[in-house]
């Protein structure tokens, strides 16, 4: 099944590929660092936990890289005349 909402291919078509892993999280200092919560639906919760076994990344690091994205994204937008 391929799901084109997240634009990723199919399991079965990357399980052979390498997957690149990111440069390591240089943590800012621990003070700065919060718990949050958030509701996610069933379905993306289980993509997520299939991409972290398959790439062997932790969830919670995609999660903060994601958070990051956004908030360039829509810096970006915000600061465009």
């Given at each position: 099944m391929?799901?084109?909402?997240?634009?990723?291919?199919?399991?079965?078509?990357?399980?052979?590929?390498?997957?690149?892993?990111?440069?390591?999280?240089?943590?800012?200092?621990?003070?700065?660092?919060?718990?949050?919560?958030?509701?996610?639906?069933?379905?993306?919760?289980?993509?997520?936990?299939?991409?972290?076994?398959?790439?062997?990344?932790?969830?919670?690091?995609y999660?903060?890289?994601?958070?990051?994205?956004?908030?360039?994204?829509?810096?970006?937008?915000a600061?465009?005349?």
């Amino acid at each position: 099944m391929h799901d084109s909402s997240l634009g990723m291919p199919p399991m079965e078509a990357v399980s052979s590929v390498e997957v690149p892993r990111p440069m390591p999280r240089v943590e800012e200092d621990k003070g700065d660092v919060v718990s949050t919560h958030v509701l996610v639906e069933q379905q993306k919760v289980e993509k997520l936990r299939e991409l972290s076994k398959r790439t062997r990344i932790a969830q919670s690091e995609y999660l903060r890289e994601a958070v990051d994205d956004l908030l360039t994204k829509y810096t970006k937008l915000a600061e465009e005349p």
